[in-house]
């Protein structure tokens, strides 16, 4: 022991005797290197577990099923084309089907409507074939060697005084043409025939009566006003009411300007009733016919 020691009171050398153990101690921990617990009953973890159960469903599919041949893939890709195909088809059929219903029930409107069309036209050839009789009596009495009476005149220019109109029902055909429904009619010629009597002959008629129609208020009406009074006729201007009618201003000229109106108006008749008309109704009865025989319809 040194002298330092020695000089140092007894309860200081216990203390100092006392804090050396600590001091080594403590450098003995220091020194000594640390250490990680391992446990060995460590709890998995969610993710662990997730991942076992992954694993073995994946390990027991495998092992339940194996691998697919190429049979297999075939056969699935097989069954699910005939699947779709067959829903193709089916819709396809529907649709042909409904298609086929609104077909004929166009067809038999539209039979509806011609029919309507050929009473009309038929009246109405009857109608110009009786008026050019009288167009005919006009011009055998306007060109006698004797001179016809005022009366005469009368009754004979009253009888062809007419006008006549073209009344066609169309209202079915423009109906297919604007909603794009002529589609659903398959036969080829029966189109054609459609096409020729709506969209040909029937405008061509039209159009003739409405230049026969500005004829007459072009010439008839103002010779009427012209010459004729008023007051000779009844309300409808189709009959006299008097026994002694007059013409005013009456001539030889005004006679030849009459049946120059006259026999034009009436050839105007029959050109419209020959060439177009009667074209026309032609038209009209073969639709009929193709119509009924494409749809049965009675």
């Known amino acids: 022991m040194s002298e330092e020691n020695k000089d140092l009171?007894?309860?200081?050398?216990?203390?100092?005797?006392?804090?050396?153990?600590?001091?080594?101690?403590?450098?003995?921990?220091?020194?000594m290197p640390q250490l990680v617990p391992v446990e060995s009953d460590k709890q998995p973890t969610i993710n662990d577990k997730q991942e076992t159960e992954n694993m073995e469903v994946h390990h027991h599919s495998h092992s339940g099923h194996g691998k697919k041949t190429w049979k297999e893939y075939f056969w699935e890709f097989l069954m699910l084309f005939l699947a779709v195909f067959c829903g193709f088809l089916a819709e396809y059929q529907l649709e042909h089907t409904i298609e086929h219903q609104r077909e004929k029930k166009f067809a038999g409107q539209m039979l509806s409507d011609l029919r309507a069309d050929s009473l009309f036209f038929t009246k109405?050839?009857?109608?110009?074939?009786?008026?050019g009789r009288k167009h005919q009596e006009l011009f055998?009495?306007?060109?006698?060697?004797?001179?016809?009476?005022?009366?005469?005149?009368?009754n004979a220019t009253l009888a062809v005084m007419y006008i006549y109109d073209i009344q066609a029902t169309t209202a079915t055909y423009e109906q297919m043409k604007t909603s794009g429904s002529l589609r659903y009619i398959q036969n080829k010629d029966l189109t054609n025939v459609i096409q020729q009597y709506y969209a040909v002959s029937l405008p061509r008629v039209l159009n003739a009566m409405e230049i026969h129609r500005q004829f007459f208020n072009e010439y008839l009406n103002p010779y009427f006003l012209k010459h004729f009074r008023i007051q000779d006729f009844n309300k409808t201007g189709d009959s006299l009411i008097t026994d002694k009618p007059v013409i005013l201003?009456?001539?030889t000229a005004s006679d030849q300007e009459l049946l120059n109106i006259f026999e034009n108006y009436g050839r105007y008749h029959e050109t419209i009733k020959a060439i177009l008309i009667v074209h026309a109704f032609q038209k009209l009865q073969e639709l009929i016919t193709l119509l009924k025989k494409e749809y049965h319809l009675d």
């Open 9 to 31: 009171p007894a309860g200081d050398e216990d203390s100092e005797q006392a804090k050396q153990p600590e001091e080594n101690t403590a450098a003995e921990v220091t020194a």
């Open 124 to 131: 109405r050839i009857k109608d110009i074939d009786s008026i």
């Open 140 to 154: 055998t009495l306007m060109t006698r060697p004797d001179k016809a009476t005022d009366k005469e005149i009368l």
């Open 249 to 251: 201003y009456r001539t």
